[in-house]
């Protein structure tokens, strides 16, 4: 017994190692991003200054092609990326859980048949090539690329919820409810949708990494934010044309998008091995 609480007391301790340093992480890159811009001498979006200029005191990251600060642009970029990848995830993950949670509850074999065959049909698509596809009928930009993750990803979410949902419908303090005479709304949300939203939001950590990878993908193929916007993957596609000559514009864009998705990924597996110390208690 000492020997198993041992261990679980390990696991614990690495959970929270891994949860706090993904959140110190995200923490440090937002502040960064906050405040380097705000105190920056330098226009992040405006030429001007030496072109491919080398790391230096006066430009930490370098200059890239048009002059402009490789250290101010990737941390002007933070919000962008950031912010697209979080509202691309939100979205989905509220409209499918709610969706996937009415599918599982339903009794409705006709409902359940059409929407799960919509629910089917979205997943065996490619996602990044059915997002690639969208933005290119919608046009390009990050409110397009924002609708493009919507009306994807809310499939996948809905998958889950739906899988969950028919295993929370049937436990008993939901009969409980029922035979206690609660409305089917109050049963809905005070009792399925808490329940399921906890698998869909921890499948949501691990798609924030793939999303903010994307959102870098669909910029470096010029369907993400407009220039002269400072985007990373609009920088790393900008730098990669003068790859021979410089290697900063590309290298230190890719770093601070690897640092993200590094970040949330300890956040996730921090919070997933909490979560099974916590159900095998």
């Given at each position: 017994m000492t020997i198993v609480n041992t261990k679980a007391r390990k696991r614990m301790r690495e959970g929270s190692f891994g949860l706090y340093t993904g959140f110190t992480m995200i923490l440090t890159l937002i502040v960064a991003g906050a405040i380097v811009p705000w105190l920056s001498k330098y226009d992040p979006n405006a030429p001007g200054g030496t072109p491919i200029a080398r790391p230096s005191g006066a430009h930490w990251f370098g200059t890239d092609l048009l002059g402009r600060d490789v250290f101010t642009r990737v941390f002007d970029a933070v919000f962008i990326d950031l912010g697209t990848a979080i509202i691309g995830v939100s979205?989905?993950?509220?409209?499918?859980?709610?969706?996937?949670?009415?599918?599982?509850?339903?009794?409705?074999?006709?409902?359940?048949?059409?929407?799960?065959?919509?629910?089917?049909?979205?997943?065996?698509?490619?996602?990044?090539?059915?997002?690639?596809?969208?933005?290119?009928?919608?046009?390009?930009?990050?409110?397009?690329?924002?609708?493009?993750?919507?009306?994807?990803?809310?499939?996948?979410?809905?998958?889950?919820?739906?899988?969950?949902?028919?295993?929370?419908n049937q436990q008993g303090y939901v009969e409980a409810a029922r035979i206690l005479g609660f409305s089917k709304v109050r049963i809905l949300f005070k009792h399925i949708i808490p329940n399921v939203s906890s698998e869909t939001r921890a499948y949501a950590l691990s798609d924030f990494i793939i999303v903010i990878i994307a959102v870098a993908a669909l910029s470096f193929l010029g369907m993400g934010t407009p220039p002269p916007q400072a985007e990373w993957g609009a920088m790393i596609r900008d730098g990669t044309q003068i790859l021979a000559l410089a290697w900063w514009p590309t290298i230190f864009p890719g770093l601070a998008l690897c640092w993200a998705g590094v970040a949330v990924a300890f956040v996730a597996e921090g919070l997933q091995r909490r979560l099974r110390e916590t159900n095998s208690k």
């Open positions: 979205i989905p993950l509220v409209v499918g859980t709610i969706i996937g949670t009415l599918l599982g509850i339903s009794r409705s074999k006709r409902v359940n048949s059409v929407v799960g065959s919509i629910i089917d049909g979205i997943n065996a698509f490619p996602f990044l090539i059915f997002v690639i596809a969208l933005i290119a009928f919608i046009g390009p930009g990050i409110p397009s690329i924002i609708l493009a993750l919507s009306l994807v990803n809310w499939a996948r979410y809905a998958r889950v919820a739906r899988t969950r949902a028919v295993v929370v």
